[in-house]
């Protein structure tokens, strides 16, 4: 199985201490400065929008928002061009970005240090339904190499995977590590560098 068009979603902790309007304006500035070695093309507003993808950042790479689906508020990063490697690389290279960019946000002068991210509580999304449909063989045929991904991820702390069960979602994994992870700290679980 070659994995493609990998989403992880880290969630906020503490959403309600957040104007998430906020991130309208800084998103902009990245794509002004040139923030990141991607590609960033528009921002849209979508806070509008209930349980929607909030504020995101378009790029040619990667989509970036601040996302409330499932009223769940987090960084969601959602890979779009191909990638090499083994399916283990691949993940460790989208949850490297991912990090990367939630750390960026939770240094970002603007938003005073109010945004933190629970690095305990994750989500992954396989967005292709071709390649990853979401069945029960499919995230059996994944499992080990899931399996060496969060074991790295999380230093051989103990979590929970669970799949959203309806066939007609695209595959979907909520992770949820038994103790706190701050960004910094899984980025240095993963290896710091991006």
């Known amino acids: 199985m070659n994995l493609q068009h990998l989403n992880i979603k880290i969630m906020v902790a503490q959403p309600e201490a957040i104007d998430f309007e906020l991130f309208i304006p800084l998103f902009h500035r990245w794509i002004q400065t040139k923030a990141t070695d991607e590609m960033l093309i528009d921002v849209a507003d979508y806070l509008h929008v209930p349980e929607g993808p909030g504020v995101m950042l378009i790029g040619h790479e990667a989509l970036m928002s601040l996302d409330n689906v499932e009223n769940r508020w987090g960084f969601l990063y959602n890979r779009r061009t191909p990638m090499d490697g083994s399916n283990t690389e691949k993940m460790n290279k989208v949850m490297k970005v991912t990090l990367g960019h939630a750390r960026r946000l939770e240094e970002d002068s603007s938003l005073s240090g109010k945004l933190k991210f629970r690095g305990e509580d994750l989500q992954l999304i396989f967005n292709d339904r071709l390649l990853t449909p979401n ?3 499919t995230f059996r045929a994944l499992e080990p190499d899931l399996n060496a991904f969060l074991n790295r991820l999380y230093s051989g702390t103990p979590y929970l995977l669970k799949r959203h069960s ?3 979602e695209r595959l979907t994994l909520d992770v949820k590590a038994e103790k706190g992870f701050g960004v910094n ?4 679980n993963i290896g710091d560098r991006i």
């Open 185 to 188: 700290e899984l980025l240095r």
């Open 135 to 137: 069945t029960d063989d």
């Open 166 to 168: 309806d066939p007609r």
